[in-house]
């Protein structure tokens, strides 16, 4: 992980109560395990947790999309680090891995060749309860093979736009959060995330053309929100793979800012070579 000389006001300076889903993502999934990270971690998260669900209800599960056109942006690493921060804070967590890369099933330690996964319960031929995977980061729909093809095997079947949300409908009252890590694609499984996820977080690297493809995204949003899925929201952008010892990185941030007024969260994800060597 990355290092902070004084941590506590690393907590104080970024995590908002609006962001503080994003700031358990600065440390990578295998940090986790350190004696000093979760002791960071315990020590702050009642004050902001308590004053986020008073703001949001207890009982209220919310989905949320991981989801961005690009590939490589950091999605999996985003929706993995959550999931796992989020359990750690006694939190009661779901990922949903919809990417038939299966990179957030292998990375929650599920093994990606299991039997049966979410495409399965998608189209019936298991319960959603018989496709979750217990772990200690929290429980998993993994992805599996079957889902490379579903995107056409699944243009024929009726109300194909609800399928994933009328599934996680079927679980969700067990969880406070609901994770969705979303392909690299705008197609059905994509706009099927969408359908079933109460807010976006979008995450864009701090690198050359990292609005590309934005704009499309947003009017699919925009798109989804007026004829699908009314309560979809954007809940924030996140800049990650940051280097802010360079100019482009700081242009990105600004043009991101400028497109995303109020949506860009205060907490970035700095590059860091160990990161990317940590699975």
Request: proline share 5%; glycine share 6%.
């Amino acid at each position: 992980m990355f290092h902070v000389k004084h941590p506590r006001l690393f907590f104080c300076r970024l995590f908002h109560v609006k962001h503080f889903l994003f700031l358990f993502s600065a440390f990578p999934l295998f940090s986790l395990q350190r004696p000093s990270t979760l002791a960071i971690i315990n020590e702050h998260k009642h004050f902001y947790l308590i004053g986020y669900f008073q703001k949001v209800g207890a009982h209220v599960a919310k989905t949320i999309a991981i989801v961005n056109q690009k590939g490589g942006v950091g999605k999996t690493t985003t929706c993995v680090n959550l999931a796992a921060a989020l359990t750690e804070a006694g939190q009661r967590i779901l990922l949903c891995d919809f990417d038939p890369q299966a990179n957030s099933t292998s990375g929650m330690g599920v093994d990606k060749t299991v039997s049966k996964g979410i495409y399965d319960a998608l189209i019936g031929e298991v319960p959603v309860e018989a496709a979750l995977v217990h772990t200690k980061y929290g429980d998993v729909l993994p992805s599996n093979k079957a889902l490379a093809g579903a995107g056409i095997e699944l243009i024929g079947m009726e109300r194909r736009e609800f399928l994933l949300r009328d599934a996680l409908d079927k679980v969700k009252d067990r969880y406070d959060f609901l994770f969705i890590d979303c392909p690299p694609s705008l197609e059905l499984l994509t706009l099927n995330a969408l359908c079933a996820a109460d807010a976006i977080l979008v995450p864009v690297q701090g690198e050359y053309y990292a609005l590309e493809g934005l704009s499309d995204l947003m009017n699919t949003v925009r798109i989804v929100r007026r004829s699908l899925n009314p309560r979809l929201e954007l809940d924030g952008v996140l800049l990650t793979m940051f280097d802010g010892r360079t100019n482009l990185a700081l242009q990105v941030a600004e043009e991101v800012k400028h497109y995303f007024p109020g949506k860009v969260y205060a907490t970035v994800i700095p590059r860091n070579v160990r990161l990317s060597e940590a699975p």
